[in-house]
């Protein structure tokens, strides 16, 4: 057992797809090619999400649900956040939301061949998933926040940088709601995005790749979203349901009117 970063991530909505896949054929194989993205990152022998260096991570998916484990080196942490949004990007693009949380915890940390999920860590995830993330967010436990904020992380690559001699900080990637709880600011317009963006997995080398020059897909993703918000509360009179795209609606207007929005 050693310290680790632990995510797990629920995907809502998918059981009803599932129960009904009859009449959801082509939804549900797109859903299953989504699910494969995360397949490129169990099967690779290295993950690699920059030029910093290989990084060891290990990631399950079960049912409808995500789990990603990092040893707790300050430098994994915004390469985990990084993966978290470009899976829930494609996710958005198929007009389905995480909720989910990040937390620091114990875990036995498995190696490559193993299929091993065991830990305090992934209990806490679930339960902070499952208790109190409530809408479509990643939670952010009160540890990890104050680990972040005590270790001035470099937000880069989940965050772009200003410039190359302007580093940004990690915390500036995590937003405090409205019920004390951080969460993971996913629209956020300083998170990296790039159209053309890609996971590549050759030789068993796992990445996510993009070039410098490609413009950021920030607009796309809040269009997603919009569709994704009309479309839940237009069709769904379940208030369960209904609360939960209510609270994406407005952090998605939140989004939209700040400044040069």
């Known amino acids: 057992m050693q310290e680790c970063f632990v995510a797990f991530i629920d995907v809502l909505g998918i059981k009803k797809l599932v129960n009904d896949w009859h009449n959801n054929i082509d939804l549900v194989n797109e859903i299953i090619h989504a699910i494969k993205i995360n397949s490129k990152i169990t099967q690779a022998d290295t993950k690699r999400t920059s ?63 193993e299929d091993v999920l065991i830990g305090k860590g992934i209990s806490d995830a679930y339960k902070l998933e499952s208790q109190i993330a409530i809408y479509p967010r990643i939670v952010i436990s009160e540890d990890l926040f104050k680990y972040i904020k005590t270790e001035n992380i470099d937000g880069w690559p989940f965050l772009e940088k200003q410039s190359k001699e302007h580093e940004i ?59 994704i918000v009309n479309n839940s509360l237009n069709n769904n009179n379940n208030p369960k349901i209904r609360q939960k795209y209510e609270w994406l609606k407005n952090y998605l207007e939140e989004k939209q009117k700040e400044p040069g929005k």
């Open 169 to 227: 900080s990690l915390i500036d990637g995590i937003k405090k709601d409205k019920d004390g709880v951080y969460f993971l600011d996913l629209l956020n317009p300083k998170v990296l995005r790039k159209e053309g963006e890609e996971i590549k997995h050759d030789t068993n080398i796992f990445s996510i790749t993009w070039m410098n020059n490609f413009e950021t897909s920030y607009s796309h993703i809040l269009e997603k979203v919009e569709n």
């Open 51 to 113: 030029r910093d260096g290989n990084l060891d991570v290990r990631s399950f998916y079960f049912s409808d649900s995500f789990a990603f484990v990092m040893k707790k080196e300050p430098r994994n942490l915004p390469h985990l956040f990084l993966i978290l949004r470009y899976l829930q990007d494609r996710f958005w693009d198929k007009g389905f939301c995480f909720r989910g949380a990040v937390v620091i915890g114990d875990m036995y940390f498995p190696r490559r061949d």
